[in-house]
């Protein structure tokens, strides 16, 4: 996964990772665990920690992997997850997640964490970090374990904005396939937009345009539309990129979530039920323990913000170590591949062709005409 | 569940389920054992049953269990899943779907179950049986596996309608409480609505609305509203009936159900993967049957359709005879109760509640400021 860049070419920028030690459920410790880990797995990582000194100093100096590799910048705010992003952004200033962000717009890390208040993030990164030109409404992006081969299928938005046009959805559709070019190894992802049935008449009015935006701009953008998918297939294996506006999305993934999570409780009630059954359990832990880290939601940990100059990971606000330290490794893959570049370069590049189907859009051009009329 | 009603005042007719045997992806032989298998188990239980004669008539006979309780109404079309709802309005005269509303329209059959076509189905059950007065869009309300007592929530709307505005997701609050009184023990049912966060400020404007109207009408209708709840309240236990548009609802189960058959096949191979894994499997069998049952979707197979003068029960396409069963038992539940006259008393007095509320909704009135001010 870090095949496309020589280690040997990474400058000490890039491996810098800026994070917001405050606003977790769990608190700044939970973070340094989190830095801690990645620290110790990976040599090239360096952290800016970002929260009120007298609290990180003794958190990091009691981890050995942290020695020298992690700058802490004081930030005496915190934004909690009661904060409204509007709040945030006019008296924000003193906030660690605003220092986090700051460490970012000014060159001094390659990529931002933070565990805290998903709308606050958003708004304050939307404000530090600009929308990159052509971009309309940023959007966040996860990995959903799937049937597919790579394990995972990427969904966006899962609610950066409650709203969504046939646009935008277009504009979801090129940078979650730039994603998924840039983390996992698929030259043409496969895209799908998320409606209540896979018949083209079916769905709301927004959604017939956006599948023939997404579908007339396939070949130039290099993904394959596979047309209207349903929500069966967010964990299925027919579209690799799941594009949908934020409240939907938002609403899946938090029912996947508490589904799956409803099932590992019976699960576990289950194991317990007798001493048949308990026994059983312990027979079967070597399994039971590759199941559970294969839908462990810890491992898919963090929302990658996509549209911004910057790369930002959101973090489950209520991610233990594991957790933060999945998020740390996102962004770091990420930076290290100048993800945000590419992207930038993707998205500019499709505002381009954009301009040209608006110029040519009554000349009836041949290489649309097949697409044009499936929709 | 049946204690409402007296089995000796139940007539005739409230025991007799019209049943529309094509449409369903197996055919009617799955639909024909499942009748079989609810015969066997339910004494009170007649059927009318819809389709061409010559392949109904064998599978019937087959049945022991059948004999003298099904009357077969020959009907030599059948509406398939790719048929759009409006064709079929326009030319599903002479489909197994319309002869068996038609069924219940003229008072043969107390209830209807079809595994067919959804979007055909509450076309047809609304040219046919139309909308109870005051509903302007019927809704569908599933039951969703959940951590309350009553082991299930119910949801609604999962697909009738792609929108819904404030007063729609009143109706659908007022629907899924008399559905949930009905068919659980839930004197006072706790109603949430969906949304992307359980904070006043955040999401659409018709939800906000919606929040207010579904708040002032709490005490009234006797349910209590716990306000916004997320996708993963769905199978939580914050509330028992959840509210939302057609749209999200259906992508919700759908992501659900997608996520459930993932974790499935997951621990299938988990248990499959070695030796010791297989004996665990063996000697843990009892309780694996038991959570298996649990989460078992064929059990809650059956989404109701509300709004409607009539009981009409939509079975999974994909059902199979135990899922077929259980469609049909809650069609045969509800019949039983007069769920269908009680819910149009509910309705028809939350219009009248409506109407009083238009008429003083410039008064003040002490008894709503208390829930008006929360908005």
Redesign the interface.
């Known amino acids: 996964m870090t095949g496309n860049t020589a280690p040997s070419q990474a400058d000490a920028r890039r491996t810098v990772i800026s994070v917001d030690a405050m606003g977790g459920d769990a608190g700044p410790a939970v973070v340094v665990a989190g830095i801690a880990k990645s620290a110790k797995k990976n040599p090239d990582i360096r952290f800016l920690l970002h929260g009120p000194i007298e609290q990180l100093e003794p958190l990091v100096a009691r981890r050995k992997h942290l020695a020298g590799r992690v700058e802490i910048r004081d930030a005496r705010d915190v934004v909690t997850m009661?904060d409204?992003p509007s709040q945030v952004m006019r008296n924000g200033k003193g906030t660690s997640m605003w220092s986090a962000l700051e460490a970012a717009r000014n060159g001094d890390a390659a990529g931002v964490v933070s565990c805290g208040n998903t709308?606050a993030l958003m708004a304050l990164s939307m404000l530090r970090l600009r929308k990159l030109p052509g971009v309309n409404r940023p959007a966040i992006a996860i990995l959903w374990?799937?049937?597919n081969p790579q394990g995972f299928n990427v969904m966006l938005d899962v609610?950066a904005d409650?709203?969504a046009d046939a646009e935008d959805l277009l504009q979801y559709a090129l940078m979650g396939t730039s994603y998924i070019r840039n983390s996992m190894d698929l030259p043409c992802p496969r895209v799908g937009l998320?409606n209540?049935?896979t018949?083209e008449?079916?769905?709301?009015a927004e959604l017939k345009e956006a599948y023939a935006l997404i579908s007339q701009n396939a070949e130039k953008a290099n993904y394959e539309f596979v047309g209207f998918v349903?929500?069966?297939?967010?964990?299925?294996d027919i579209a690799d990129v799941i594009v949908?506006d934020?409240?939907?999305g938002?609403?899946?993934?938090?029912?996947?979530?508490?589904?799956?999570?409803?099932?590992r409780?019976?699960?576990r009630?289950?194991?317990e039920?007798?001493i048949?059954?308990r026994?059983?359990?312990?027979?079967?832990y070597?399994?039971?323990a590759?199941?559970s880290k294969?839908?462990d939601p810890r491992r898919v940990n963090g929302g990658i913000f996509l549209g911004l100059n910057g790369t930002v990971v959101k973090s489950h606000g209520g991610a233990d170590a594991t957790g933060v330290s999945a998020a740390i490794k996102l962004a770091f893959l990420l930076a290290e591949q100048g993800f945000a570049e590419k992207l930038a370069a993707r998205v500019a590049s499709a505002v381009e062709l954009a301009q040209d189907d608006a110029t040519s859009a009554d000349a009836d051009e041949p290489g649309d005409s097949e697409s044009g009329s499936t929709n």
């Not at 938090?254 to 799956?260: D, M």
Request: a positive charge; proline letters at 3%; charged letters at 20%.
């Open positions: 009661e409204k709308g374990p799937s049937r609610g409650v709203r998320l209540v049935g018949e008449h079916k769905g709301r349903e929500g069966s297939d967010i964990p299925g949908t934020g409240f939907t938002n609403v899946a993934i938090k029912t996947g979530e508490g589904t799956a999570s409803l099932l409780s019976a699960l009630e289950a194991f039920y007798s048949l059954s026994l059983a359990a312990l027979l079967a070597t399994s039971l590759r199941l294969r839908i």
